[in-house]
């Protein structure tokens, strides 16, 4: 007889989604995506534009495991006026021996959103520049705040510049990063998060640049994860063309609907983030920009992992 599904609720999930679980699942998860020890289909995605939102839906199963994973992820940008998250979305984890599903992981969007953190903490581990002091965020949402968590507790970074469209919004995070412990600012554009930051993270759905390259100021490292999907775009092309390493999660998939999406750029530029993390650190100073659009890797991974610790 088969067994009953299993409902995994919210507040286990975010009980189980810590750093110390989710950080080493996507690490692991980059690495085997680099490769090719992971069986994915291309993503699915469905666009909305009253009210703007997305879903994404991805799934697929790493080499030798006996399960697989599907993920439904979901953002809607207007919700926080309506007081909801922005994020949303759950995942099934099935066997992979006879195809029954074993699991519901009703996550509300959190392992969609603590495995692009995740991923986030791991890009500036691998390329923080020497001496790296300040994180500089766009945005201002739930990625924006985990990104500004995460990071700073993995690389042991104090300072936090905000930007958001709302200065409000900004202010609204830099005051719960203070309360955690940060010296967070929130400042009135782009401009003036890079020229005081070290490293900078992107995480808006803008379709238009919000940076541009003459006012990068002290900026070595950018970890652009906004754009997802073809159309968005947070970074003039010319910052681009500035970077000695452009760094993708899958090549493939950032040159279709990443950051760097619809640009010729020579293979030689273009190193995957899997490899950088199961190799030697490239040297060389300058600037550093990492294109993340997230991996079914990394959903198969954390889906995994809060399924073998639930049971």
Same mark, same amino acid.
């Given at each position: 007889?088969?067994?009953?599904?299993?409902?995994?609720?919210? %507040?286990? !999930?975010?009980?189980?989604?810590?750093?110390?679980?989710?950080?080493?699942?996507?690490?692991?998860? @980059?690495?085997?995506?680099?490769?090719?020890?992971?069986?994915?289909?291309?993503?699915?995605?469905? +666009?909305?534009?009253? =009210? =703007?939102?997305?879903?994404?839906?991805?799934?697929?199963?790493?080499?030798?495991?006996?399960?697989?994973? !599907?993920?439904?992820?979901?953002?809607?940008?207007?919700?926080?006026?309506?007081?909801?998250?922005?994020?949303? #979305?759950?995942? @099934?984890?099935?066997?992979?021996?006879?195809?029954? =599903?074993?699991?519901?992981?009703? &996550?509300? #969007?959190? @392992?969609?959103?603590?495995?692009?953190?995740?991923?986030?903490?791991?890009?500036?581990?691998?390329?923080?520049? *020497? #001496?790296? /002091?300040?994180? *500089? $965020?766009? *945005?201002?949402?739930?990625?924006?705040?985990?990104?500004?968590?995460?990071?700073?507790?993995?690389?042991?970074?104090?300072?936090?510049?905000?930007? +958001?469209?709302?200065? +409000?919004?900004?202010?609204?995070?830099?005051?719960?990063?203070?309360?955690?412990?940060?010296?967070?600012?929130?400042?009135?554009?782009?401009?003036?998060?890079?020229?005081?930051?070290?490293?900078?993270?992107?995480?808006?759905?803008?379709?238009?640049?919000?940076?541009? $390259?003459? /006012?990068?100021?002290?900026?070595?490292?950018?970890?652009?994860? *906004?754009?997802?999907?073809?159309?968005?775009?947070?970074? /003039? +092309?010319? $910052?681009?063309?500035?970077? &000695?390493?452009?760094?993708?999660?899958?090549?493939?998939?950032?040159?279709?609907? #990443?950051?760097?999406?619809?640009?010729?750029?020579?293979?030689?530029?273009?190193?995957?983030?899997?490899?950088?993390?199961?190799?030697?650190?490239?040297?060389?100073?300058? @600037?550093?920009? $990492? %294109?993340?659009?997230?991996?079914?890797?990394?959903?198969?991974?954390?889906?995994?992992? !809060?399924?073998?610790?639930?049971?």
């Amino acid at each position: 007889m088969r067994e009953p599904l299993r409902v995994v609720g919210p %507040d286990a !999930i975010r009980a189980m989604a810590t750093p110390d679980l989710v950080i080493p699942a996507v690490r692991q998860a @980059l690495i085997d995506h680099a490769r090719g020890r992971v069986t994915s289909p291309p993503p699915g995605h469905l +666009s909305f534009t009253d =009210p =703007p939102g997305d879903c994404h839906i991805k799934f697929g199963r790493a080499q030798a495991s006996d399960l697989f994973v !599907i993920k439904v992820a979901t953002s809607f940008y207007d919700n926080p006026r309506r007081g909801l998250a922005s994020s949303d #979305g759950l995942m @099934l984890v099935l066997s992979a021996q006879t195809g029954a =599903p074993l699991a519901l992981l009703a &996550d509300e #969007g959190r @392992l969609t959103d603590t495995r692009t953190a995740a991923a986030g903490a791991l890009a500036v581990e691998a390329f923080m520049p *020497g #001496g790296a /002091e300040v994180l *500089g $965020v766009l *945005g201002a949402g739930t990625q924006a705040a985990l990104q500004a968590r995460w990071i700073c507790a993995h690389c042991r970074l104090a300072s936090v510049m905000i930007w +958001s469209r709302a200065l +409000s919004s900004a202010q609204r995070l830099a005051d719960e990063l203070r309360a955690a412990g940060l010296n967070a600012t929130a400042v009135d554009s782009p401009a003036q998060v890079a020229a005081r930051s070290d490293v900078l993270v992107t995480c808006t759905p803008s379709r238009s640049p919000l940076l541009q $390259v003459t /006012e990068l100021g002290r900026v070595r490292l950018i970890v652009a994860m *906004g754009a997802d999907t073809p159309g968005k775009r947070e970074l /003039e +092309s010319a $910052v681009i063309d500035l970077a &000695d390493w452009i760094v993708c999660d899958d090549i493939g998939n950032c040159l279709d609907h #990443g950051e760097i999406q619809g640009r010729d750029i020579p293979k030689a530029r273009l190193r995957t983030l899997g490899d950088v993390l199961d190799s030697a650190r490239p040297g060389g100073a300058g @600037l550093t920009v $990492v %294109d993340l659009t997230g991996l079914p890797a990394q959903d198969i991974a954390v889906g995994t992992a !809060i399924y073998r610790r639930s049971t």
